[in-house]
């Protein structure tokens, strides 16, 4: 009995020493990961900083910053919604302007002559015509007169 007892001490100690070995290497593994998770969480945080700079810059155009519009990049700005006023008659099939059967308003040419002829307008007229004749443009304000102080 002491040989079989012996024999299942044997197997435990070799059991234990095998376990060791196992937590040794485990516990190196773990080093490891733990060293590499430091390095993917700083490589992450980069990438986290460079996606939000990217994101600012690309909701940047001509309407919110003072880029011109040629440095524009993608396309066709978005479609402004339509104002109210204008989308009412437009749903009903009409455009804007004077409708079609509508009397119209505008200003008649007069055959009435007036005092500058049969025109409504009157003919060009040089600068001499136009503007009166200036006070200090006379020979009397040609020199300025001295003053003298005290």
């Known amino acids: 009995m002491a040989s079989g007892g012996e024999q299942g001490d044997n197997e435990v100690v070799a059991e234990n020493d095998r376990l060791h070995g196992e937590v040794d290497r485990l516990t190196g593994e ?3 990961l733990a060293g590499e998770n430091v390095e993917l969480r700083s490589e992450i945080d980069s990438f986290a900083r460079k996606i939000a700079a990217l994101e600012k ?13 040629s440095s524009d990049l993608f396309g066709r700005k978005k479609d402004k919604p339509e104002n109210a006023n204008r ?3 437009r749903a009903l099939g009409r455009n804007p302007g004077k ?4 009397e119209g308003k505008h200003l008649a040419t007069s055959t009435i002559p007036t005092k ?13 015509q136009t503007w009166p004749t200036l006070p200090w443009s006379e020979p009397r304000f040609a020199r300025s007169p001295t003053f ?3």
């Open 30 to 32: 773990v080093a490891r």
């Open 57 to 69: 810059r690309l909701g940047k155009n001509s309407e919110n910053s003072s880029l011109p519009p």
């Open 87 to 89: 989308a009412a008659p």
């Open 99 to 102: 409708q079609p059967g509508a």
């Open 116 to 128: 500058y002829g049969s025109t409504r307008h009157p003919p060009a007229a040089t600068v001499e």
């Open 148 to 150: 003298r102080c005290r």
